[in-house]
């Protein structure tokens, strides 16, 4: 299994970004992707996920502003980042979890997941 996020950068508050997972050797329907974020001296965040079934949630702060998605054909997972705060600023990643959850929220702590990429760094400066 290999996850690889791209699509960081740097842009201005308001501004969008939309990152990307490729990933391998794993299928949608056996696996949830998770979205998390991190900054340094901090835990790691869960922000969003997308189950096998495609059910997605977001963090309270994310919501409203960012989307994910996955297209199944190019295994590739996608989270569009609108309204980009300063707040919003950390090294994003897309774990796999291999294991099935009832409720969505189980898919929020690190421990629930498997693989995971190298990170992809988002600056949004005020």
């Known amino acids: 299994v290999q996850l690889v996020e791209s699509g960081g950068g740097s842009v201005p508050a308001g501004g969008s970004l939309t990152l990307s997972c490729a990933t391998s050797?794993?299928?949608?329907?056996?696996?949830?992707i998770g979205w998390f974020r991190q900054v340094p001296g901090k835990e790691r965040e869960g922000i969003s996920v997308?189950?096998?079934?495609?059910?997605?949630e977001y963090e309270d702060s994310v919501k409203g502003r960012f989307t994910i998605s996955r297209d199944i054909a190019k295994e590739m997972v996608y989270l569009q980042m609108n309204g980009l705060k300063s707040a919003d600023s950390a090294v994003y990643y897309c774990?796999?979890?291999?294991?099935?959850?009832?409720?969505?929220?189980?898919?929020?702590?690190?421990?629930?997941?498997?693989?995971w990429g190298q990170g992809t760094q988002v600056t949004v400066s005020s």
């Open positions: 774990p796999a979890s291999f294991r099935m959850f009832d409720t969505v929220k189980y898919y929020f702590p690190c421990f629930s997941y498997d693989y």
């Open positions: 050797g794993l299928s949608f329907s056996d696996v949830a």
């Open positions: 997308i189950t096998s079934d495609g059910a997605t």
